[in-house]
Structure formats: C-alpha cells, structure tokens
C-alpha cells in the first residue's frame, strides 16, 4: 500500500511539473513584472494618534462634515482615524457636552484647539466662524487665550456642560458660560455668553499650585499641589461639597472629611463628586439619589466631603470615575467595581446595585493564558463607561445611542467589550454621546 501511495504520488508531480512546462512561453521573453514597493512610517517617540466616534452631527469629532452631511451621517459608531491628529501633536484631549478640546504641542500660542457646540464660546470665539451655521464649529479650530509667552504648555484640560477649564504653566484659563460661577468669576444676571470673547485668568490658589483641572455638568473643580481641592460653580446638589447649597463664583477650600488628605485625582462628569487619596481611600460629595455614596432615606444630596467608608474592604483604591448616577473604582489587583443605577456592566437584567461589586477579570481579557493582563485606568461619560489594560486595549459598555461606544453599532451593550481601535490606547475623553482617544500605533 505504501508503494502504490508513493508511486502515484510520483506520477502526480511528473504530471504537474509537465504541465507547467508546457504552459510557460518558451520564446518569449520574461512576462514577469517588478512588483512596487511600500514604505510604511516607522512610528517614533511622542508620534499619537487620535481616534473619535459616536455623535457626529454637533461636529464633536473633529472629522470632516461634509461627506458626512452628504451621505445623511449623524453619528460615526466605531473608531474613525481623526484626519487633524496626524497635523498636530495632541497632547491631551477633553470631551464637553458635544464638543471636544486638544492640547496641542506647539512652538507658538496656539495650543489649544476645539471643535463642536459652541452656543456659549466654551471653545472660545474666532470671527472664522462666521463660516459655521447654529454655532457647531465642525472642524478644530484654534482657541485664543491670552497667554504671555509663546513658550507656554497646557497642563490639564477639563469641559463641563458649556464651559472649559485649561490649566498651563501660566495659571488657569476658563470660558464659557458663568451662570452659576463655575468659570470662577462674579457672576452677572442676564450675561450672553454667545460670540464672547472673555477668557478669565485665575494665577493660582492663596500661592498654592494647581496641578489638576476638573468639570462637571456646572461646576470647577481644581487639585492643588498640596493634595487640596478647591471648587466652585452650582452647588444646588452639594457638588461642591463646602457645606452649604448655594452657587459660589470663588474657588473654595473642601473640607469635611478632606482635611488632612492628600488628595491625587478628583473625578466627576455631572453632579458627584468622587476625590482619590494618596493612600487608596476614597471622598465623595454631591447627588446621590441613586445610592451613589450610600445614603439612606431622603438624603439625596451630600454638601460635605465624607470617606466613603463601604470602599476600604476593596483594598487600596488606585482610580475613580463618577458619572450621571452611577460610580466605579479599581484597585491595585486590577479589579474594576461599579455601583449605582444604569447599565453598569452586570447584564441586560440589573439595572441598579447598592454596593460596589466586581466585574469579572475575563471580561477585561484576562484568563489561564493571559494572567498577566490588568485594568489599569478606568472613565465614564453620562452614561457610558471605559476600561484600559496595561495592554493598551480598550473596553467600553453602557447606553450606545449614538455609538458612543465604538462597537460598530447603536445598541446597548450591557457587559464590556473590547473596542477595535486598531493601536494602543493611552488616554480616553468620554463626552455625552461621544468618545475621543489618543492612541500610540502598534510597533
């Protein structure tokens, strides 16, 4: 048998060399052509990339809008290369309600630069925008800030519903609307915040150093070098956690249970507030009206920084992340909590958890062949949340309305998924109903 298998194997390729003999041009000269060659860029040091999706139509994106607008396009549901990030050197990026800020890396005083919504100029004001209809500048454009030097950097960059805080080594900058003082200066009855042009200039904090900018729906928040944390802006909730209910136009100590932390990150996207120390506890102040930070009864708002005392059996706490009525912490194991009302991660069926709980480590791609694999930073929008792995992949879930998420689709997705990004993700803004990434490519 093996003979015979042998024989006709023998006779098979005899058979089929023949035929290639037989069909190759004998006279002829070689028919073959020289194939082109591709050079691809060879990515180097600081050399990111940006990639946006979800809600298109307020110009958010930063992408070109006139295909879009062509073609009926309203929202883009997966990662979209972002055209102006390969001009620029992004730095940092924050997301707003449907508009977006860069921090540029640049040699003169444009380091700034914004796209979408800009009823109240919380991207500033340029006579250019003559050009764009119902005030959506659709593309990035620069943002005018009285800077000194031309040498000057931002540091941090933080957008609330219509207003914009930009820490640089000049001081703070805000814009935008100032309706309840959350831009840190007086507030005046009746001001039009549209087409203007003010641009408030806060140096520092009583000498002390601001290191960190934070923003929620309208209200500041600032992160000095001290480990302090200052607020100001609408305080009808207790977001600014300084005891009282009223709006204050002064950046204001926290205190409460604050006093004598060091305090390293502040984070919160509408009305609560979560503060992370340097030793892994966790503060928080503001609503909670969906058990945010574990009231009881009637209590729905907190005006006064207090340890949220449920956390300390989590371990040591190293990021936070606040958003419209849900809240999530991860430790140092690499293990993402959520708590709260809305899609939080746990399937289609629970929509409300009163105490943090974990959601599986498989569910961020760790398992028996990649145990080395961690959450290492976690972000929320609204209503959307995000995971990053030390990996440089990125996994979202939540309300997908307008794509928001990046799957490719509009639909709710009610455990975390890995978004195809197609480079390493290395910082994620999540907007309302859009998310933008700076990313560094695959080498």
């Known amino acids: 048998m093996l003979n015979t298998?042998?024989?006709?194997?023998?006779?098979?390729?005899?058979?089929?060399?023949?035929?290639?003999?037989?069909?190759?041009?004998?006279?002829?000269?070689?028919?073959?052509?020289?194939?082109?060659?591709?050079?691809?860029?060879?990515?180097?040091?600081?050399?990111?990339r940006i990639y946006a999706w979800g809600m298109a139509a307020h110009g958010a994106l930063g992408t070109s809008q006139s295909t879009l607008h062509k073609k009926g396009i309203s929202f883009i549901p997966k990662p979209r290369r972002l055209a102006f990030g390969e001009k620029c050197d992004v730095m940092d990026v924050t997301c707003g309600y449907g508009f977006t800020a860069f921090a540029i890396k640049s040699n003169d005083k444009n380091i700034l630069y914004g796209s979408g919504i800009?009823?109240?100029?919380?991207?500033?004001?340029?006579?250019?925008?003559?050009?764009?209809?119902?005030?959506?500048?659709?593309?990035?454009?620069?943002?005018?800030?009285?800077?000194?030097?031309?040498?000057?950097?931002?540091?941090?960059?933080?957008?609330?519903?219509?207003?914009?805080?930009?820490?640089?080594?000049?001081?703070?900058f805000t814009l935008g609307n100032n309706a309840y003082g959350q831009c840190g200066r007086r507030i005046i009855t009746n001001e039009n915040y549209n087409k203007s042009r003010v641009v408030y200039h806060i140096p520092d904090i009583k000498g002390n150093k601001i290191i960190a900018v934070s923003a929620g729906q309208d209200h500041s928040i600032l992160?000095?070098?001290?480990?302090?944390?200052?607020?100001?802006?609408?305080?009808a909730d207790g977001q600014?956690?300084?005891?009282?209910?009223?709006?204050?136009?002064?950046?204001?100590?926290?205190k409460g249970d604050l006093a004598g932390q060091h305090i390293i990150k502040v984070a919160c996207v509408a009305d609560c507030v979560l503060a992370l120390s340097d030793h892994g506890k966790v503060f928080g102040w503001g609503n909670s009206e969906y058990g945010q930070l574990f009231t009881t009864g009637d209590n729905?708002?907190?005006?006064?920084?207090?340890?949220?005392?449920?956390?300390?059996?989590?371990?040591?706490?190293?990021?936070?992340?606040?958003?419209?009525?849900?809240?999530?912490?991860?430790?140092?194991?690499?293990?993402?909590?959520?708590?709260?009302?809305?899609?939080?991660?746990f399937g289609p069926n629970v929509t409300h958890v009163a105490q943090p709980n974990k959601i599986p480590s498989v569910l961020f791609g760790k398992n028996a062949y990649d145990k080395s694999t961690k959450v290492t930073n976690i972000f929320c929008g609204m209503s959307h949340l995000a995971a990053l792995t030390n990996?440089?992949?990125?996994?979202?879930?939540?309300?997908?309305k307008f794509g928001a998420l990046g799957l490719?689709?509009?639909?709710?997705?009610?455990f975390p998924l890995k978004v195809n990004v197609g480079a390493q993700v290395k910082k994620v803004a999540c907007g309302i109903d859009h998310t933008v990434t700076i990313c560094k490519p695959f080498v």
């Open 5 to 48: 298998m042998k024989t006709c194997l023998k006779t098979y390729v005899q058979k089929r060399s023949k035929n290639i003999r037989l069909n190759k041009p004998e006279n002829k000269k070689s028919t073959s052509k020289t194939l082109p060659v591709f050079q691809y860029p060879i990515s180097k040091a600081g050399d990111y």
């Open 118 to 172: 800009n009823t109240d100029s919380q991207i500033g004001f340029s006579e250019g925008d003559k050009k764009f209809p119902d005030d959506l500048i659709i593309e990035p454009r620069p943002i005018t800030l009285p800077l000194k030097e031309s040498s000057t950097n931002v540091i941090d960059i933080a957008a609330g519903r219509a207003h914009l805080l930009v820490l640089t080594n000049e001081g703070l």
């Open 223 to 235: 992160l000095t070098e001290s480990g302090e944390v200052y607020t100001f802006g609408w305080g």
């Open 240 to 254: 600014t956690g300084l005891a009282h209910y009223r709006n204050e136009y002064r950046p204001s100590l926290v």
């Open 300 to 345: 729905h708002q907190i005006n006064i920084a207090t340890e949220l005392k449920e956390l300390q059996e989590l371990g040591h706490i190293t990021d936070i992340a606040s958003g419209g009525c849900f809240c999530m912490v991860l430790n140092n194991a690499g293990n993402v909590y959520v708590w709260g009302y809305g899609i939080l991660g």
């Open 391 to 400: 990996k440089g992949d990125l996994y979202m879930w939540g309300c997908n």
């Open 408 to 414: 490719g689709d509009s639909k709710d997705q009610f």
